[in-house]
């Protein structure tokens, strides 16, 4: 089975571009997350979605983050306008939300990579 | 609210030498998960295990071994006969019942294995 999926795996920009990042869950888990990881901050977690719908971006830094997930095999993380302050890590995971509570093991991809000069 | 405390932030050993990673956490919840990640030098963060409150067993798998203690809110990690490949990051993380999913990492152990 294939893992999560992950691209670009790595993107360079210039600030003030506009940033697309694409994830694509284990088939058949219901719940998917972004996170960051940076060296200042450690890995922190920006939103979650189960069965697609967004349920917690308290972790989104600002309004030129977005998320969305249109269907349960697709998600997107944009960034506009990116900052240099945005390089870091992205990653992706997803797991299976068993009820509304019951806690599963997320997998996570292979990660992007973000520079912006 | 929940918390993870890895307060080893670097770790270097010799090859064949045993060695624990430590990891205290702080919930208030009476369930929760206990997770173990890796992350080798490439990048992905890779599952090693997952672990309940109400399942105390020690479990070990190979060269690795957990042990988690309920009383001292621990769940470290031992890697027995260490070798060059297990030079990582290692995190550990805490989910809670209720909490919808959410991980809270700590902030990663550095172990550095060398010959």
């Known amino acids: 089975d294939a893992g999560v999926i992950q691209s670009p795996r790595h993107e360079v920009t210039e600030m003030g571009q506009e940033v697309t990042l694409r994830c694509k869950p284990i088939?058949?888990?219901?719940?998917l997350f972004w996170y960051r990881q940076t060296m200042m901050r450690g890995l922190e977690l920006l939103i979650y979605f189960n069965n697609n719908v967004p349920i917690d971006d308290s972790g989104m830094p600002e309004d030129r983050f977005s998320a969305k997930m249109p269907n349960a095999s697709f998600s997107t993380l944009k960034i506009q306008p990116s900052e240099p302050r945005d390089s870091a890590v992205y990653f992706c995971?997803?797991?299976?939300?068993?009820?509304?509570?019951?806690?599963?093991?997320?997998?996570f991809g292979p990660g992007t990579r973000l520079t912006v000069l | 609210a929940q918390k993870v405390t890895q307060a080893q932030t670097e770790i270097s050993v010799v090859e064949k030498e045993d060695v624990t990673l430590d990891c205290v956490y702080e919930t208030r919840d009476t369930t929760y998960y206990l997770f173990w990640y890796k992350q080798p030098p490439s990048g992905e963060l890779v599952f090693l295990i997952r672990r309940n409150s109400f399942d105390e067993q020690n479990e070990i798998s190979g060269r690795y071994s957990w042990n988690f203690q309920k009383s001292t809110s621990s769940f470290n990690f031992t890697i027995t006969a260490s070798q060059v490949v297990d030079s990582a990051v290692y995190f550990c993380a805490l989910s809670e019942e209720g909490g919808g999913n959410k991980l809270t990492f700590g902030t990663g152990t550095q172990l550095k294995v060398e010959l």
């Open positions: 088939s058949g888990h219901n719940s």
């Open positions: 995971a997803s797991s299976s939300l068993r009820g509304k509570t019951s806690t599963d093991t997320q997998y």
